[in-house]
């Protein structure tokens, strides 16, 4: 991808890392959300998502339902608060060694920016 910018408010699965190890590639390939980018460094910011408790969200909390966005498979609140800076490489962004290309599996709604800003507001 030779635009970062262009991934701002984009859904994609990624392996996000363990706290324990931030510069290694995690377990579990899940959903998450770019909240930022730095073209430069090659690096993108991702909020961790999860399918558990979407039916109530914390502060800097959001949650989007599979119905909003095509490529999830289950509603999921994504973890405003609980960011990864990742590269941007097939490490973290593939789900094996052979996809080469980063999967985008959706957009923040139109409708839904101005919560998500809210929302990005409350945590800092």
Known sequence: MSDLKALLGAFL????PEAENPH??????RPALVVDVDPEARQICLAYGTSQKTDRNGRGEITFTSDEIDGLTKDTKFCLGTTYWIPVS???L???QSAK???VIGQVP???IQELHMRL???G
């Open 24 to 29: 290694r590639p995690g377990p579990k390939f």
């Open 90 to 92: 097939t490490e973290f």
């Open 121 to 123: 507001q409350e945590i």
């Open 110 to 112: 139109s409708r839904r």
């Open 94 to 96: 593939c789900k094996n």
């Open 101 to 103: 290309k980063l999967s």
């Open 13 to 16: 699965y990624a392996w996000l």
